[in-house]
């Protein structure tokens, strides 16, 4: 499934809660928590950390791998914390008014 | 905001940086999925494939995740233009043909431009000068000075007028300052400085109180006359020059300003009028005038034909039918050079056209010969849009070298065309290659490399991806509508040649008439020069009469000199006088329907020298004497309009016509008709009086020699300045070669067209050549298999030759219409031929035929000698 136009940037905030991850993990940690209903296409997801990472919602740092490679790992700033609280809310809205207009009798 | 910010800083920082660490990103990524995929079991191979192949195109996503930090749109407009170099590069030959047919076009126009720019665009240097306007009295037929008493009138009771000054040119004799000089000056009234916003460079301009009758005689001079006569003389305001024997003291020298009339210095106006002048008395007067803001040319007239109106009725004379007529003072100095540097543009464009349609056709074929190149492209992931970006980027690329290169060659082309344009194009040897200029050259050059890449990009944009890959160039955009673009584009490119053609014919055929016209007298061997007896020395007519008598005699004592005789107006000098007249006898003329004719006087043989025929009765002789009877010999011109199938001798002219005062002349004689307006101009009414009856203080000498003329010279001048050893000798030389001169303009704008109709031709049969070479080719396999079913290469060889000429005749078919409008457009510059000549026409269409079918010699011979066995093989 492709990606809703400005889903992807929420997702990876949100893939960033817990704990800072490089990109391979971030594009798991979204196909497994979809159920591999989304598919992390590389060409969408590099281009989005960029762009958080101008926004300043995340900061890069280079950091050895629990298998001691070096990667490079993504955290969310207090500002990207923030916009994590915003957007999560507005989308949540979206998908009960979604889910409202496409199956009103449930 | 701060986004952009951040976004221009890294950009600024370099790419590479943030290039280098995304790479690194991308490999351990990378590195990690595989180690990922072996602790799932794979082998390492596998693992690393499988990673590989689940990231994507490593690439692309490097690209799509850097364009984030820059400006994509720019930098891959940059990359665009990286491409287009690179690809000029890698088709040298190519490249150069493109890159030389649009210099080529656009140095033309850019050249062209830059003439038109600065001699009719440009507003002259003057304060609002688009407010300036001349004016002269005028009937219903034609245009004529205003008098001094009348410009007096306009002055004071016009309302239309925010000032206005009166001028008039002089020539005078300057003595006391080394040999004497004929000089020209100008009589201006003293807000005539102010009008045209000019200043001293030294002592001051003369004002009001210099300018009225009794005021000391002052001058001003023109900084050029001070610099090269007087020697830029710093003491010079305050001393005095002598011309026509009056001392005049020079108030000041006028700073630098291009004048619409060269002169050598400015005298009074109003000093030189005198007191009341009547209404009648016609000089050579113009009004200069600014009109208030806001006025119409149309008012302003309306408001000096009441003045004009009401004078009639308070003085009626001979004036009261006249009204007045102006003109905006750049039309007026610019009207006669509009017609040829429009035409010269017109051409310019046609050819800026023409190498459109040849680079379009060279796109053309090179695109297709690309396709396997572009098809890639697509392949890998450029989408269609992306790919007309660039092949568009690429084209405006090629063009603005071209455009640059053009731009230069405009540079030195301008040189060579000011050096061989007549002198009389005003403003002309100020023309630069300016901003404006540059800016012309910028959008000539990108409509023209957009117009000629749009029709390449088009078919390029269809490109069918599989086709193109599997068959290579040569299927590609040899569709039956690229076939169709490409013969149109042929047909359009014989069409503007021959509109070329036809048009420099017609001018090249006006020039040889114009040349071999009969000027209406031999001059073979005859020199002439002006002069002009100061009225100091020459107080009486009978001084003037006894000058050039003696003159006369003396120069025919000359070894050497066949001939001489002297006359008022030389051939060719066009109108040095004209005036009203009336036949006796004939029902009266309206006031404002009086015939006008020019006027001249000549000595006694005078036609005898001149070689010019008598038709009827007799030349002036020496029985025609000042006391005797009023003579004239009128032209054949003049015989037909009032005398067609009759004797003129015997029949009374009126000088003057029936509302003026002037002698009445007896017809003696009718002489044949004299081009007085140049080789190129049509006869006029003419009217001879006798010098003893009608003498002037100047006029000019003819004298015709046996040998050659020019070894004549040193021994004519020492008799005139042995008479006078104050009389300068102007224009001395040869009627051969002044009446030459007078058609340098003709010939200027005939070089050029026949220029533009070389390079038309060249650029044709260049685009007529590849395009034809390009069908021969994309039909290879049709003329094998042709060739294999038994067709004989000789009807190969008609086949292609009949499909060029086919289009070639469509193109000239096309041609004949637009030639049928240009002929219109040159029908002023077009001479001794109808405009619409057919001759020219048909020699146009075989020229063009001619080139065509030349041009498609090659590829249709190359046609007839396709390897049959190799091209079937092939396919």
């Known amino acids: ?83 994590l609280v915003e957007e999560s809310s507005k989308w949540q809205r979206f998908v009960v008014a979604m889910s409202r207009v496409l199956s009103p009798e449930g | ?45 596998q693992a690393r494939a499988a990673a590989r192949s689940h990231f994507g195109n490593s690439t692309l996503v490097a690209e799509q995740a850097r364009d984030v930090w820059g400006f994509p749109s720019l930098e891959s407009f940059l990359n665009d233009i990286r491409y287009g170099f690179r690809a000029m590069r890698r088709a040298p030959a190519f490249s150069v043909v493109v890159i030389l047919t649009f210099a080529l076009g656009v ?3 850019t050249a062209i431009f830059s003439v038109v720019h600065a001699v009719l665009m ?21 245009s004529f000075s205003v008098t001094w008493g009348n410009f007096k009138y306009w002055r004071e009771s016009n309302h239309t007028f925010a000032d206005m000054a009166a001028y008039q040119f002089t020539e005078r004799t300057l003595t006391g300052r080394g040999d004497p000089l004929v000089t020209r000056g100008m009589l201006v009234t003293a807000p005539y400085f102010r009008l045209l916003g000019m200043h001293s460079l030294l002592g001051r301009l003369f004002d009001q109180s210099d300018d009225q009758p009794g005021a000391a005689a002052t001058i001003v001079l023109d900084h050029r006359f001070w610099e090269s006569r007087l020697g830029g003389d710093p003491n010079v305001v305050g001393a005095t020059l002598t011309l026509n024997g009056t001392p005049y003291e020079v108030t000041g020298v006028a700073a630098p300003l291009w004048e619409p009339w060269l002169v050598d210095y400015y005298l009074p106006l109003g000093w030189a009028a005198g ?61 006669n050079v509009r017609g040829t540097l429009l035409v010269l543009m017109g051409a310019a464009v046609l050819i800026l056209l023409i190498a459109c349609a040849n680079v379009a056709s060279l796109l053309l074929a090179r695109n297709t010969a690309r396709a396997s190149e572009l098809a890639l492209r697509k392949a890998i992931g450029a989408g269609r849009l992306r790919l007309v970006r660039q092949l568009i980027t690429e084209n405006v690329v090629i063009a603005a070298v071209g455009g640059a290169a053009g731009v230069a060659f405009a540079y030195w082309g301008l040189r060579l065309l000011i050096g061989v344009a007549p002198s009389d194009i005003p403003r002309l040897a100020g023309t630069t290659v300016d901003l404006q200029v540059l800016l012309f050259a910028c959008g000539i050059t990108l409509a023209a490399g957009l117009l000629a890449g749009l029709a390449p990009v088009m078919v390029a944009g269809k490109i069918d991806l599989t086709t193109a890959l599997k068959e290579g160039a040569r299927m ?33 055929r006006s020039l040889i008439a114009a040349q071999r016209s009969n000027p209406g007298f031999d001059p073979q061997r005859v020199l002439s020069f002006l002069l002009g007896l100061p009225s100091k020395a020459y107080k009486t007519p009978e001084a003037v009469s006894a000058f050039y008598t003696g003159l006369l005699s003396d120069l025919h004592k000359l070894p050497g ?4 005789s002297s006359v008022s107006c030389l051939p060719g000098d066009g109108d040095c006088g004209d005036w009203f007249y009336s036949i006796s006898g004939r029902p009266l003329p309206l006031q404002n329907e009086v015939p006008i004719a020019l006027f001249d006087s000549a000595a006694a043989g005078y036609f005898r020298m001149m070689r010019i025929p008598i038709l009827q009765g007799r030349e002036f002789n020496q029985t025609d004497l000042a006391a005797g009877p009023k003579v004239a010999v009128v032209n054949e011109a003049m015989a037909r309009r009032w005398w067609p199938n009759e004797s003129a001798i015997g029949r009374q002219i009126k000088v003057g016509g029936p509302y003026q005062k002037g002698d009445t002349l007896e017809v003696v004689g009718v002489s044949g008709d004299v081009r007085q307006f140049g080789l190129d101009s049509q006869p006029v009414t003419e009217i001879y009086r006798p010098a003893a009856q009608q003498n002037y203080s ?98 190969i060889l008609r086949w292609t030759s009949f499909h060029a000429l086919r289009l070639a005749l469509i193109g000239v078919a096309l041609g004949v219409v637009g030639g049928w409008a240009a002929a219109r457009a040159l029908e002023d510059l077009v001479f001794g031929i109808p405009p619409r000549n057919p001759a020219t026409m048909i020699a146009a269409a075989l020229a063009v035929m001619t080139i065509a079918f030349a041009a498609a010699v090659v590829p249709a011979w190359r046609a007839a000698r396709v390897d049959v066995a190799r091209r079937l093989h092939y396919t």
């Open chain 2, 476 to 508: 590609a955009g040899g569709g039956r509508q690229g076939q169709a673009f490409r013969n149109g584009l042929v047909i359009a490119e014989v069409a503007l040649t021959f509109v070329l053609a036809f048009g420099s014919g017609l001018l090249l």
């Open chain 2, 561 to 564: 000199v066949v001939d001489a």
């Open chain 2, 107 to 109: 140095g033309v126009n």
């Open chain 2, 1 to 45: 905001m701060r986004q952009w910010l951040t976004r221009f800083r890294a950009w600024m920082k370099g790419r590479r940086g943030i290039a280098e660490e995304l790479a690194e990103e991308m490999r351990s990524n990378l590195e990690i999925e595989t180690e990922s995929n072996i602790e799932r079991g794979m082998s390492p191979e």
């Open chain 2, 698 to 795: 100047a006029m000019a000498i003819v004298i015709r020699t046996a040998g050659n003329p020019a070894s004549l010279m040193t021994a004519i001048r020492a008799r005139v300045l042995a008479l006078d050893r104050n009389l300068p000798l102007q224009r001395f030389g040869t009627l051969e070669e002044s009446l030459g001169a007078g058609l340098a303009r003709r010939r200027f704008t005939t070089l050029l067209l026949t220029l533009f109709a070389g390079l038309a031709v060249v650029l044709a049969a260049i685009g007529i050549y590849g395009l034809l070479s390009y069908w021969v080719t994309s039909r290879e396999s049709e003329i094998a298999l042709r060739l294999a079913l038994g067709a004989s290469p000789s009807r």
């Open chain 2, 122 to 142: 440009k507003p002259l240097p003057y304060p609002e000068s688009e407010r300036l306007v001349r004016f002269r009295e005028a009937n219903a037929k034609s």
């Open chain 1, 1 to 83: 499934m492709e990606f809703l136009q400005g889903t992807l940037e929420v997702l990876i905030l949100r893939s960033l809660q817990a704990e800072p991850n490089h990109a391979y993990g971030i594009g798991q940690f979204l196909e497994q928590q979809s159920g591999n209903e989304f598919v992390v296409d590389n060409g969408s997801l590099y281009p989005a950390l960029q762009r958080l990472l101008q926004r300043r919602w995340l900061t890069a740092q280079w950091k050895m791998s629990p298998n001691a490679r070096r990667a490079r790992y993504y955290r969310l700033t207090p500002l990207g914390r923030k916009q």
């Open chain 2, 275 to 335: 007191p009341a002048v009547g209404r009648q008395q016609h000089g050579s007067m113009s009004a200069l005038g600014r009109l208030k803001p806001g006025v119409s040319l149309a008012a302003a007239r309306a408001d000096l034909d009441a003045i004009m109106r009401h004078l009639a009725e308070v003085d009626p004379g001979p004036e009261s039918e006249h009204r007045s007529s102006g003109s905006f003072l750049t039309e007026n100095i610019t009207g």
